[in-house]
């Protein structure tokens, strides 16, 4: 996708568009409204909640969908052995995972990636919508992507989808 761009490099005008083409609207998925969910959303909607208990629990809700997205990149099968000298047959990811935060907002999400998956490899764009016509493209201002993204798999990062 960006591999050939430099970082920091803002890239054409329709780079945007090009990705809202590529999009595959059919694989969305949507986080299950649990109650724990419902909860957080309460809390984060209130008024009332002071800053302390928002950042808290915007936290925990991100960390949440962060978990989901794990679920659908590429894993292969592994074995381990337990303390009791028995194998375990579990899962590893695959490498060539990263994410890709949209400045600002999608940054607030680095943190619980970095939970989940200590060494991933996490890129940045600064995105513009105009405000004049809301209904033309948004334009990137700026791009730090790794090189070989092309090649990974890649999480978006941006709460306000």
């Known amino acids: 996708m960006s591999s050939v761009m430099a970082a920091g490099t ?33 809390i984060l909607r209130n008024v009332n909640t002071n800053h302390g208990d928002f950042v808290f629990n915007a936290d ?22 337990t303390p009791k000298d ?25 943190k619980s990636l970095r939970q989940c998956c200590r060494s991933i490899r996490i890129g940045k764009m600064l995105v513009r919508h105009p405000e004049e016509d809301p209904n033309k493209p948004a334009k990137v201002i700026y791009v730090k992507l790794p090189p070989d993204i092309a090649e990974r798999n890649v999480l978006l990062m941006y709460p306000l989808m």
């Open 60 to 81: 925990r809700l991100i960390r949440l969908v962060i978990e989901e997205a794990l679920n659908f990149l590429p894993t292969c099968n592994k074995t381990v052995i």
């Open 10 to 42: 803002p890239p054409s005008d329709n780079y945007i568009e090009c990705i809202a083409r590529q999009t595959d609207r059919d694989r969305l998925t949507v986080l299950r409204s649990t109650n724990q969910i419902r909860w957080l959303q309460t």
């Open 86 to 110: 028995q194998p375990y047959e579990g899962k590893a990811f695959l490498k060539g995972n990263c994410g890709v935060s949209i400045v600002r907002s999608g940054e607030a999400m680095e």
